[in-house]
Each structure stands twice: as structure tokens, then as C-alpha cells.
């Protein structure tokens, strides 16, 4: 199986401030890989798929990126509705395997 | 629009069953697979499997085989997880995701004697 390692499991971060969130493959992915953002007792929501493309009605503030085998989400200027859960999803191959998640708070 | 919209949430013995279900709007229900994603409280995500919408196959991910059946009721654009044998560890929310594009909003289910 594919693993995903996500890191960090948790960040606090300014309003304003630039964050990256990183998610490292143990096998080739290829680009199959979507962020989501998943806000407390709500479903995820994708915003970033095949590793670098915005999900539609995702603010310009997002951006998706890959090096290697290593891929980030960038929230280049972090405001208060972007405290939340983040995930990553490799769907490369079967079994999709997530990511341990990062928790975004407000610092 | 395009919705999922599940059941409501469960509470249960250890050893009871129960039947999540997810209706599916605004699209072909055949036209895409369904995925069922476990969410335990405070935790992140795990891919539970997926079954194919047109020909009824389920594909279950290792640590969901046995107790776990994923279901259809085409005619209805429904899918549905059972869960047999309930067991403390079952305790999480689950979601069904079209293709992991569209979620449902999830089914809270408590395993608790």
C-alpha cells in the first residue's frame, strides 16, 4: 500500500501569515493526489486535485505543488475561515490511502 | 445539484448490525463509483472501499473485510454499508463519496453497551 505521511500533524499560524502543509509518498503518485479541507462536524471538501489544480469556488489563495515525492498545499495569506483540518488522498492507486491530517489554528 | 445525503445517526449495542444509507441526486447514480470513508472521533480519514455503481461489484479495503458490506438500490440512486457484529472501535462517523468528489454529510454511529 501507498503510504502518505502528512506533516505537521498540527500548526498555529497569524492571520496573514504564509502555511504549507506537506504530504510525502512512499511510491510514485504521479500527480493523483487532492487536498481537502475538512472544517469540525462537516464533510472534507476537496480544493486542490491532481496535485495542483483548484477545485472550482476555491479562493486564489490556495495552491497546490509537487517535488518529487513531495507535494504542499500553500495558503499564501491565512484568514480566519481557513482554521481547520487538511487531508491528503493519494488516488494513484487501490487502496486510496489519506494522509494523517494537519490541524490549523489560529495562533 | 449534486447532493449525497445520508441517513440519520446511530446508536447501538456491541454485537447489533446497522444500514447506512446514502441517496444520490442531480446526476446518473451508474455513471460513478461510490466510496465509503470512516472518520473515528478526533482522527483523521480512512478509505473504507468503493463499490461500482453499474455492475454492483464492491471492492473493500483490507481492514474492512468481512463484517462490512457495501450495497445498491440502483433504482433508487441509494448505496448502503451495513456493518454486522458491532464493536466499540466501530464508534466514527462515515461518509459515502462519489469518486471522493461529492461527500455525504456523514453518519454518526456509537457502538455503546
Known amino acids: 500500500d501507498i503510504q502518505m505521511t502528512q506533516s505537521p500533524s498540527s500548526m498555529s499560524a497569524s492571520l496573514g501569515d504564509r502555511v504549507t502543509i506537506t504530504c510525502q509518498a512512499s511510491?510514485?503518485?504521479?500527480?493523483?493526489l487532492i487536498w481537502f479541507q475538512q472544517k469540525p462536524g462537516k464533510s472534507p471538501r476537496p480544493m486542490i486535485y491532481?496535485?495542483?489544480n483548484l477545485a472550482n469556488g476555491v479562493p486564489s489563495r490556495f495552491s497546490g505543488s509537487r517535488s518529487g515525492s513531495d507535494y504542499s498545499l500553500t495558503i499564501s495569506s491565512l484568514e480566519s475561515e481557513d482554521m481547520a483540518d487538511y487531508h491528503c488522498l493519494q488516488y494513484k492507486q487501490y487502496p486510496r490511502t489519506f494522509g494523517g491530517g494537519t490541524k490549523l489554528e489560529l495562533k | 445539484q449534486i447532493q449525497l445525503v445520508q441517513s440519520g445517526p446511530e446508536l447501538k449495542k456491541p454485537g447489533e448490525s446497522v444500514k447506512i444509507s446514502c441517496k444520490a441526486s442531480?446526476?446518473?447514480?451508474?455513471?460513478?463509483?461510490m466510496h465509503w470513508v470512516k472518520q473515528a472521533p478526533g482522527k483523521g480519514l480512512k478509505w473504507m472501499g468503493w463499490?461500482?455503481?453499474?455492475?454492483?461489484?464492491?471492492t473493500y479495503a483490507d481492514d474492512f473485510k468481512g463484517r462490512f458490506v457495501f450495497s445498491l438500490e440502483a433504482s433508487a440512486s441509494t448505496a448502503n454499508l451495513q456493518i454486522s457484529n458491532l464493536k466499540n472501535e466501530d464508534t466514527a462517523t462515515y461518509f459515502c463519496?462519489?469518486?471522493?468528489?461529492?461527500w455525504g454529510q456523514g453518519v454518526m454511529v456509537t457502538v455503546s453497551s
Open positions: 491532481y496535485a495542483t
Open positions: 463499490i461500482n455503481t453499474y455492475t454492483g461489484k464492491p
Open positions: 442531480g446526476y446518473t447514480f451508474t455513471d460513478y463509483a
Open positions: 511510491q510514485d503518485i504521479g500527480n493523483n
Open positions: 463519496a462519489r469518486v471522493l468528489d461529492y
